[in-house]
């Protein structure tokens, strides 16, 4: 019987708006309730979080609630595909960041419809994508970016304080600044080189708050949905920036909307950035799909 093992419990008591613990404490009943038994990891430093994997058998794991946001599931992430026994578990993200972009996708957007994943859902694998560069290989199951992508991230880690309006605070600023990076980029047997405004790979429809990002996007097609902004002008930009929470930005001339499931960005110099949220590594990169990788509860 499923009931027989736990459902492990990973705690990030610092995401969001610092209700991780309580999150936990009503998830954990509810799971109690349902004749599970229940462990809990929480989170005391950055990067805690990932050694879950050494802390605990994988043998005695029902299920996985990761309680955090988009940062906390890249931990769990990479640390799960390091070690890919782990990949037989089911994972749940629940809604406890400023961002939530992954559970947008899955139109889980509060603590109930969480809980309802986690006990009622059903298995489903979806793609990771795997960046390689100088420091590794860092695993993905959300955006990779660089250019103004990675700016704008760097810029809403310093702004915390307006929660989840960092987001368009940092973009709008951003936007001004209007910074370009040079970069060759192959896709689909294509060469672009050129100064680009923004590369950005989306496995989710969503990032950043809401923003519809990448529309066409599915988490399990073996494909990886490309956007290309070459260099613009400030007024353009902004002009695309309202677009981005409709999905309408797709219509923009500016922009390239390309699916793939390989990406090569070769830089002269090292350019920031951003994976799932966080700022990891440098350029030059490669991007590399890995279809059905993760198995989570939707």
Known sequence: MEQNKSILFLINPFS??????????????????????????????????????????VNEIAKIAVIGGDGSMHEVVNAAANNPIWLQVPYVLFPSGT???????????????????????????????????????????????CGLVADINLSAEKMRLFKSARYNIASLLNIVKNPTIKAKVTVNDQVIDSDFCFLLACNTRYTGKA????????????????????????????NLFPKVFSGKHL?????????????????????????????????PMEIIIHKQKLKILS
């Not at 529309?215 to 930009?237: C, Q, W, Y």
């Not at 390239?256 to 390989?262: G, L, S, V």
């Open 211 to 238: 923003m519809k990002m990448a529309p066409l996007a599915k988490l399990n097609d073996g494909l990886v949905d490309f956007l290309i902004v070459e260099k613009t002008s400030r007024f353009k930009l902004l």
């Open 99 to 145: 961002g939530n972009a992954f559970t947008y996708d899955l139109n889980c957007l509060t603590t109930t419809q969480a809980i309802n994943l986690l006990l009622n859902g059903t298995e489903t694998l979806i793609d990771l994508a795997e960046v390689k560069n100088h420091q590794g290989s860092i695993w993905s199951f959300n955006i990779i970016g």
């Open 16 to 57: 969001g708006n610092g209700n991780g613990l309580k999150t936990a404490q009503i998830a954990v009943k509810e799971a109690k309730n349902k004749g599970y038994k229940t462990i809990e990891f929480v989170s005391k430093y950055a990067g805690h979080l990932s050694e879950f994997t050494q802390l605990f058998s």
């Open 251 to 283: 219509e923009a001339p500016i922009l390239k909307y390309i699916q793939t499931n390989y990406i090569k960005i070769e830089t002269q110099h090292a350019g920031l950035v951003n994976i799932d949220g966080e700022i990891k590594g440098n350029t």
